[in-house]
């Protein structure tokens, strides 16, 4: 559905040079960014020069920048408003400390499937109401929605206002306790220390990015307004504190708020240069407005100062919007080689499964989506991969089950879109009305986002244009191209365009979304149909070529459609 971004990735803050590090980066170390030198023994690098070079960091004897370890761990879904003490740890998301550290491999607690259970019951009761009067049902879709994805939730946010208390890290909450896997310990410790250091700002920053996380994981955006809340009340203790900066950053990205993340990340980066979620944070957000040129570079200077995981696949994706598929490769390459934690290894192999995917090498795509799931057996990420590999090379049962799977976890407009088409292609009894409700989930989830604060403008236009309200999604797309320019708002507006049958106003669009180099069959596809309606057979042919040549699977439907176009292009000749 929309755009691939980082999401699924564990976050990690490491020291670094900066101020209080006790060693600034030289001159030499800013000038060859580590991404592009060879792994030396011991090292991470990511890329190719023929300098060996050990990885900057702070040195072990050196004092902790502002941002580092010792402030409480993120956890647990729910409302802030209800004290800790009458919440529950069951269900909490994947716990991670204030300096960004996740626990590998961390998975939810087993009450968590009984309320997955619910998910279930409540998406399917959603989906079997079908596409007739979706316009008047709409609301109540996305209600019932948000029940399923919001069952169970915890508290652990909003500690009782007591005597005053003076404003304290958390270094009392032991990061050791997560990294142990006790989910339920770390949780209840965090409480504790909420409810009895309510001032703690490093511990509200914490929980904010805990609810922007389990948004994300969950698929859930009832938790931005709380994160919104939390990150709020950590800057009101300490309005310079760079964490809650770039938990802020992070919140606008999630919403789709770009031009708020990137001014978010830049005041966070102002107090701390070396804030690796900052600087993370602000290349998304210029990938994301279209700024590739100015992301290249934000993504260099943050392998230069950050250098990790995070920071890697970032430089990668930036390569792959400008078509260098060879260097986000040898990136990734070097990335997974460099992963230790199951979680890393899970997000890095997925990322590679996916760039492989969109080669259409599936057979590859499928061994790393494998490599992914032994990491972490739930990785979602994953299991959506391997689902849409499957399909690709001709295996529809697995791709279907797994694809069940997922959206009965978690709902999300990507998934659900993927399903609904696989339904269609297969068209056995049921199966239309088995699709339809996917399409009407979308509907549902897009509600609730914009309830919740999130610009779901992109995921309408990909889904209406096809599946949904014609005019609606051109509506979207237009409203999102003003927004911001990249290859992915103008394939998305140029389709909308395409199917309200305004073609030669798409054509322009067509063209600029494979401006860049990008290589995505679906961008081929979508162009290769406007021009033949526009009259220029010969550019039709050779961009649906094109489509069916670099990813023969690329959509179950879309694929079927540019076959039967270029066949008919080719009779005409």
Known sequence: MSPRTNDGEPEHERPGPGPGSGRPASRQERERPVAERPVAEGGSGAGDRVEAEAPKGRPEDAPAVDGDCGHAPAVGRGSEDVPPSESSSEGAPAVESGCGHAPAGATPAVPEEARADERVAAVRRVGAAGRRRRAGRLGACAAMLAVALTAGAIAVGAAREGRSTPVVTAAAVSPGLLASGDLDQGITTLQAHLRAQPRDFGGWATLGLAYVEQ????????????????????????????????????????????????????RALEQNPYSERAL?????????????????????????????????????????????????????????????????IAYVATQIG?????????????????????????????????????????????????????????????????????????????????????????????????????????????????????????????????????VHTADALAWALHVNGEDAEALPYARRATATGYRNASFLHHRGVIERATGHPEEARTHLSAALELNPGFSPLGAREARTALKTLEAAR
Do not use: M
């Open 354 to 486: 996916q760039l492989a995917w969109n080669q259409g090498d599936h057979e590859d795509a499928l061994t790393h989506y494998a490599r992914a799931l032994t990491a972490d057996e739930n990785y979602l990420p994953a299991l959506e991969g391997r689902a849409r590999a499957q399909a690709a090379s001709g295996r529809r049962a697995e791709a279907i089950e797994g694809l069940e799977t997922v959206v009965a976890r978690f709902p999300l407009p990507g998934p659900l879109v993927e399903l609904g088409e696989l339904y269609e292609a297969r068209g056995g009894e049921g199966d239309a009305a088995r699709a339809d409700a996917q399409y009407t989930l979308v509907d549902a989830w897009t509600a609730l986002a914009r309830a919740n604060g999130v610009n779901a403008d992109l995921d309408t236009a990909l889904a209406a244009a096809d599946h949904g309200d014609r005019a609606a999604a051109l509506r979207a797309a237009r409203a999102e191209w003003a927004r911001r320019h990249t």
């Open 280 to 344: 993370c944070s602000r290349i998304d957000a210029l990938v994301e407005l279209g700024r590739y040129e100015e992301a290249l570079t934000a993504a260099k200077t943050a392998d230069e100062r950050r250098p990790g995981v995070p920071v890697f696949t970032r430089y990668a994706y930036v390569h792959e919007l400008r078509g260098d598929v060879t260097t986000a490769r040898r990136v990734l390459d070097r990335a997974l080689a460099a992963s230790t934690t199951p979680g890393d």
């Open 215 to 266: 948004a994300r994981v969950k698929g859930d955006p009832s938790r931005y307004p709380q994160a919104e809340r939390a990150l709020k009340r950590s800057l009101g203790l300490r309005s310079d504190n760079d964490q809650a900066l770039a938990g802020l950053a992070a919140l606008a990205a999630a919403r789709h708020d770009f031009p708020a993340a990137l001014a978010h990340a830049d």
